[in-house]
């Protein structure tokens, strides 16, 4: 037999399904995204990696955006096609490529961040010690790290 969840524990529930509520549906950037770059959001995102980590392998950008390498090679070369990326032989090893942003690509991946980074309306709306708390409360959750 099960315990019933604590006060706690629903209350945990409820601030991660409106958190997620938020971010996903009321805030939908992806969508914005999507929209303004013309490719999915998971190309989108590989872009973005590239743009910020590049130059990468395709293992490493696989790895970094846990998806399996043919997955990755058919984002790889849709970036190729639209002159977003490029690959160039790996002087580390001959057997790989690196792929790295172009001009172009940098440009979309400044535009996915000027995106992706615009508060919505609703958070902008907040009392200032409102969102003074929720900053508070998510540094803490993210350890400081929500950058991307």
Same mark, same amino acid.
């Given at each position: !037999?099960?315990?019933?969840?604590?006060?706690?524990?629903?209350?945990?529930?409820?601030?991660?399904? %409106? !958190?997620?509520?938020?971010v996903l549906e009321? %805030?939908?950037?992806r969508r914005q995204v999507t929209?303004? /770059?013309? !490719?999915?959001?998971?190309?989108?995102?590989?872009?973005? !990696?590239?743009?910020?980590e590049g =130059?990468?392998? /395709?293992?490493?950008?696989?790895a970094g955006l846990y998806a399996d390498a043919p997955y990755t090679t058919v984002t790889v070369e849709h970036l #190729?096609?639209?002159? /977003? #990326?490029?690959?160039? =032989?790996?002087?580390?090893?001959?057997?790989s490529k690196l792929v790295q942003v172009t001009e172009e690509g940098a440009a979309a991946? %400044?535009?996915?961040?000027?995106l992706?980074?615009? =508060?919505?309306?609703? /958070?902008?709306?907040l009392a200032p010690e409102d969102l003074a708390a929720l900053d508070r409360i998510l540094s803490g959750l993210t350890g400081g790290t929500a950058q991307d």
């Amino acid at each position: !037999m099960s315990e019933e969840p604590s006060e706690t524990e629903e209350e945990a529930v409820r601030a991660w399904r %409106a !958190m997620r509520a938020f971010v996903l549906e009321t %805030a939908d950037k992806r969508r914005q995204v999507t929209e303004a /770059l013309g !490719m999915s959001y998971f190309r989108a995102k590989a872009l973005r !990696m590239i743009g910020n980590e590049g =130059p990468l392998t /395709l293992r490493e950008l696989a790895a970094g955006l846990y998806a399996d390498a043919p997955y990755t090679t058919v984002t790889v070369e849709h970036l #190729v096609q639209r002159g /977003l #990326v490029s690959r160039t =032989p790996n002087p580390a090893d001959r057997r790989s490529k690196l792929v790295q942003v172009t001009e172009e690509g940098a440009a979309a991946v %400044a535009e996915m961040v000027r995106l992706s980074d615009a =508060p919505p309306e609703a /958070l902008r709306a907040l009392a200032p010690e409102d969102l003074a708390a929720l900053d508070r409360i998510l540094s803490g959750l993210t350890g400081g790290t929500a950058q991307d």
